[in-house]
């Protein structure tokens, strides 16, 4: 693959198309193909997975396929996906192709892509309608000839799609001029394939997309594709699998699965059924194949036919399971399983176009990575590199004409009346030394004459979908993206004025109020007595995986759930989060002038990023979700605050009739200083803080502001996006507590201001009843915020039914 | 040799964990060498299981359980009746050079007992055994049972030296390891020698109650040898961790290519991560009366 980079955006290959067949000047050209260009720019910033989809162009000349040539190419393809189809029922069936010596067996065994674990399985589910691809590559005489079969999951359906409809924007004469045949009814006939595969699936049970996750390259097509169909995407943490079914999980409950359009290579799709999986993928997932109660498109056996080193015997496989003449010549393909065959590779490894044997990840299971380097990956381990002999290039004519080879990707739907797609995807794939990466230069391809009407195609109309309900994994990572952030930006705060091991060593006592916010912000942070004392500093507390709670640790979740996000969040949310998460590390491992003042600084990127999600986050019930984990959090760590470093202030009460410094601190720490004063126009009292923090609903850093917001939220999921499911549960207890906690009166804890000349003696007393019913006070918020975080946990993210306390690792994981 | 073996493996959760979905390779087979008397295979929480078999020819039972528990106990209690080992006669008295890449014959699957896996790459055994160690003239036998022997003094046993996912090279180098991996070792310099031979699971009875002197090792959980392909079709089994050839006293439980492919207990559940594992394996000699 390394000997090709792609054709770079000339112009020349514009000049050289056959002059003007639609009354268009060079000139007139060389709009049409800035306005290509400018589409295609436009396609790609709209890719939700950035920058690791490929840049391509569309030439605005297309590539045309004559009816009769045509007739050849989907002949040629059929009987391929006959015998490469037989072929994968065989594998994983009798084997009769290894009994009847038509291959070496180490070529289907050593394949990284065989999986024992599949063996006899779809033979019990009536074979494999498979939609395949094969690639195939232009000769100078014109003849295709194939380089690669694609059966396991092919892409580039998307870009097929889109390259027609720039077209169709760039040339428009040329399509009401001439008879082309459409494609935009592919996402359609998917569908109907799809659908035919799930017959014996219960009529309730859905069809869903399984994507390759957020880091593919493929998200576009993917995102394309289940749009045009009316069909979910899911990522692997979306599904679940229960007695034997599999199901979607939405937060208005769990939705079975019949049919799962398979985009992920087969071993991360089960981390139980594959050995070589330890964490990917849907477990149990095979096991509901093995039952027949999911029929997985296309079946995880196909990948056995992309085995490249199958190519040097395509010949004798088709004449083996057809009983025909090969009507499509392969490439001369040559492996490295038998020693002749990877010395000729090595001798002619310049001229050869090498290739890995599998998809290059699975290499890397293997514990051969293939790296960028297949020449010495070849040395290595030559079992795993094929050398195909690609025919004579083309071009080369002019000096800006580069030389190269045009491929050819064709689709195809098997099954009981199996369809070619006519059209196809064509790259000009150009020779060149240059390493620096191109734009894929792709030619929409014509098949011309037949039934074809000219016009341009219209869109074909989107499939009908239901609404369909949020799916849990978004909820959650939602949910948990914002007590993460709140968890990472309130830890960052606290730490910047109070650093809990500096004043550790403070002379004043461990009663001194600087101790006692220290104690606080770690009873918050969930910091266990050993654990505080196991870290020296608060250096050592910031460093990287030392604590599941610290700042760094804390952002390090937003992100992870970030990650699962993209698509949801916006561009600029993510980038933001990664340059926060990016500036923390390098503030807790690397600043060498470290102060935790510093740790100011992330609190303000924290509140843009919280900004930037008010700008672009849809109000959906997403939205509910993320500020029910943001206030959630805020909560509970108010509550632990308040039970940590209330009581001690209030033992200190006479000390404290003379300086308010500990509880200005204290309103410092909540964020609610300059609240307090805008609101009492008065120094700190206790009665007046325990009134703001507590109660006052008015107050953004207050308990009660944080219970009216969940609330608030909870009845907006609940009115406008479950009309379905019964009412969440939890708004009851949430109107409970509320009623008690305005219905508190705080003149009851304390009585009187401090300065209405009390004895010492009723100080004291005081002071006990005060401890104790601000600890019994918190507790219960402690525990409001604990249980209704279970409560949402089982409603909508686990879908369990029984509630035993599950808050703690939930908590930490 | 009749005995009983319950197998109990526990995992413990801090807190309750949901969602626990697993494999088990627990189900001794019936063959050449042993017989199946009864067999039971009991979960708690109690779950149904999916039987089926695998490639390798190992039933499998597999099981979710999908509310929350605090504990799951796998038990595994079968009657098996072993018998005593067959000496492999001449077809292991051919030269060593013509039983490598001698053809997998009728049972063409077995040739996948030839090829590397990610746990048993094909180390190059030259570098690792001493100078001139095999030679294409000596007899089979004479060779595995000298590399088996060669394993058994080489290197020390000690349990819990290494974990299912260290490399082999690590064994080597530290020449310390369990019964996994020096199975994985003798498969892997057979391998590359071009034999065909697999990785067997199964349980071993420590204590000969009629020779007190000659207590095995590798019975206080589940033990692991191999089988070497001979001519004939059959499976010679060698236990370099005893070096011994597989006899009475071993059971067979799973086959495969590795252990990856026999792991009794394999799986996933969501929750907390701290979890504690407890296995114990007992092997008892049963009366045959007892069992009527």
Redesign the interface.
């Known amino acids: 693959m390394e000997l090709f980079t792609p054709h770079p955006p000339a112009s020349s290959r514009t000049a050289n198309a056959s002059p003007a067949p639609w009354g268009l000047d060079a000139a007139s050209y060389a709009r049409r193909q800035a306005h290509a260009d400018r589409l295609a720019e436009q396609t790609l910033q709209r890719d939700p997975s950035g920058a690791r989809a490929r840049p391509f162009s569309v030439r605005v000349s297309p590539l045309r396929i004559a009816e009769g040539e045509w007739a050849v190419l989907k002949a040629g393809v059929l009987q391929r996906l006959r015998a490469f189809s037989a072929l994968i029922e065989d594998v994983y069936g009798k084997r009769n192709l290894l009994r009847d010596g038509i291959l070496p067996p180490e070529i289907i065994y050593e394949d990284p892509f065989f999986f024992p674990e599949l063996h006899g399985m779809l033979s019990t589910r009536g074979g494999a309608p498979v939609f395949a691809a094969v690639d195939l590559v232009r000769a100078p005489s014109g003849e295709w000839q194939v380089v690669e079969n694609r059966f396991s999951t092919p892409t580039g359906i998307g870009r097929l799609l889109q390259a027609r409809r720039i077209l169709a924007s760039s040339l428009p004469e040329a399509f009401r001029a001439e008879a082309i045949q459409p494609v935009q009814s592919f996402p359609a006939r998917l569908y109907e394939h799809l659908s035919e595969a799930g017959l014996n699936a219960p009529p309730s049970a859905q069809i869903v997309l399984l994507s390759e996750g957020p880091e593919s390259p493929n998200l576009q097509e993917e995102e394309l594709l289940a749009r045009e169909m009316g069909i979910p995407v899911a990522h692997s943490h979306d599904l679940l699998v229960r007695n034997g079914r599999l199901y979607l999980r939405t937060i208005e409950g769990l939705d079975q699965v019949g049919i799962l359009y398979r985009r992920m290579e087969p071993p991360w799709l089960d981390p139980v059924g594959f050995s070589a999986n330890k964490f990917a993928g849907v477990p149990g997932l095979l096991h509901c194949i093995r039952q027949n109660t999911v029929r997985v498109l296309n079946p995880p056996e196909c990948a056995v036919a992309d085995n490249r080193a199958l190519l040097r015997h395509a010949d004798a496989i088709i004449r083996y399971y057809c009983r025909e003449t090969p009507l499509l010549r392969t490439v001369p393909t040559f492996y490295g399983y038998d020693r002749d065959q990877a010395e000729w590779i090595d001798d002619h490894r310049d001229a050869l176009v090498l290739k890995p044997v599998c998809h290059p990840a699975l290499l890397e299971q293997a514990g051969t990575s293939p790296g960028p380097d297949l020449k010495a990956l070849l040395k290595k381990d030559p079992r795993r590199v094929v050398g195909q002999a690609y025919p004579a290039p083309e071009g080369g004519s002019a000096e800006n004409d580069p030389k190269g080879h045009s491929l050819l990707r064709l689709f195809i739907l098997g099954g009981a009346h199996p369809y070619v797609l006519t059209g196809g995807l064509c790259r000009f794939r150009a020779i060149t030394d240059a390493p620096a990466p191109q734009p894929e230069a792709l030619r929409d391809t014509w098949v011309t004459g037949g039934s074809a009407r000219t016009g341009i195609e219209p869109l074909e109309p989107q499939l009908a979908s239901r609404p369909r309900p949020l799916p849990s994994g978004i909820a959650e990572n939602l949910y948990w993206f914002g007590r993460y952030l709140e968890r990472g930006l309130s830890g960052c705060r606290m730490l910047a004025l109070v650093d809990p091991w500096e004043q550790r060593s403070a002379s004043d006592g461990p009663d001194a109020p600087e101790v006692t916010l220290g104690d606080g912000i770690l009873a918050a942070l969930e910091v266990t007595v050993s654990e505080r004392a196991e870290m020296a500093s608060l250096r050592a507390f910031l460093q990287p995986h030392r604590h599941p709670n610290s700042p760094l640790s804390a952002f390090l979740g937003a992100q992870a759930a970030m990650r699962a996000l993209r698509g949801t969040l916006s561009e600029t949310a993510c980038l933001a989060v990664d340059a926060m998460v990016a500036k923390l590390e390098h503030l807790c491992t690397a600043e060498p002038d470290f102060r935790p003042e510093l740790l100011f600084r992330m609190g303000s990127d924290g509140d843009a990023i919280i900004g930037n999600l008010q700008r672009t986050l849809l109000r959906d019930s997403g939205w509910h979700f993320f500020i029910t984990g943001h206030l959630l959090e805020r909560g509970s760590l108010l509550s632990a605050l308040s039970s940590a470093v209330l009581p001690k202030i209030v033992r200190r009460m006479d000390w404290h009739l003379q300086d308010e410094a500990d509880l200005n601190s204290f309103l410092k720490l909540t964020g609610c200083l300059h609240l307090y004063h805008r609101i009492y126009h008065s120094r700190a009292f206790l009665d007046r803080t325990l009134q703001l923090i507590w109660q006052s609903e008015a107050c953004p850093g207050s308990i009660a502001h944080c219970l009216l917001g969940i609330r608030t939220s909870l009845g907006e999921i609940d009115n406008q996006f479950l009309r379905e499911s019964a009412p969440i549960e939890s708004q009851a207890i949430l109107d409970e507590v509320r009623q008690w906690l305005t219905s508190l009166r705080i003149e009851t804890i304390i009585p009187a201001r401090g300065d209405k000349g009390l004895s010492p003696h009723s100080l004291s007393l005081l002071e006990k009843r005060a401890i104790t019913e601000i600890r019994n006070v918190s507790e219960r918020l402690s525990d409001t915020f604990t249980s209704l975080h279970t409560a949402l946990d089982n409603r909508f993210f686990c879908h369990q039914s029984d509630t035993p306390s599950a808050f703690h690792h939930a908590f930490l994981g | 040799m009749l005995f009983s073996v319950k197998h109990t493996t526990r995992y413990l959760y ?6 626990s ?3 088990l390779r627990l189900s001794p087979g019936a063959g050449p060498a042993q017989k199946i008397l009864s067999r039971h295979l009991h979960l708690a929480p109690e779950t149904p299981l ?1 039987e ?5 020819g190992n039933r499998v039972s ?1 099981f ?1 359980i ?3 528990h605090e504990c799951l106990t796998i038990i595994m209690e079968a009657t098996v009746e072993t018998l005593p080992a067959r000496d492999p006669g001449p077809p292991a008295d051919i030269p060593f050079g013509q039983a490598r890449r001698a053809p ?1 014959g009728d049972h ?2 077995r ?2 007992y030839r ?1 590397p896996t ?1 746990a048993v ?1 094909l180390i190059d055994a030259k570098r690792v055994l001493p100078n001139r160690f095999f030679r294409d003239s000596m007899p089979l036998r004479t060779a595995l049972l000298t590399l088996n022997q060669w394993i058994h003094t080489s290197f020390t046993y000690r349990p819990g030296a290494t974990e299912v996912s260290t490399p082999i090279e690590t064994v080597i180098r530290e020449r310390t390891g369990v019964c996994q991996d020096f199975a994985h070792l003798m498969l892997s310099i057979l391998r590359a020698h071009g034999l065909i031979c697999r990785y067997v699971s199964g349980y071993i009875e420590a204590n000969d109650p009629g020779r007190p002197a000659q207590d095995l090792v590798g019975a206080h959980a589940s033990h692991a040898w191999l089988e070497v392909l001979l001519q004939d079709g059959t499976w010679w089994g060698l236990d370099p961790t005893n070096n011994q050839t597989a006899g009475e006293r071993h059971i067979r439980l799973a086959v495969g290519r590795d252990y ?2 026999v ?1 009794p207990v ?3 559940f ?4 701290q979890q504690r594992l407890k296995v114990s394996v007992s092997v008892q000699r049963a009366k045959k009366d007892f069992l009527l």
Request: aromatic letters at 8%.
């Open positions: 801090e807190e309750p964990v949901s969602e979905i697993g494999e999916l089926f078999d695998d490639f390798f597999a979710s999908p509310q929350r997998a063409l699957d040739s996948l090829l990610p790459p990856h492919d792991a394999r799986g996933t969501k929750g907390a991560v």
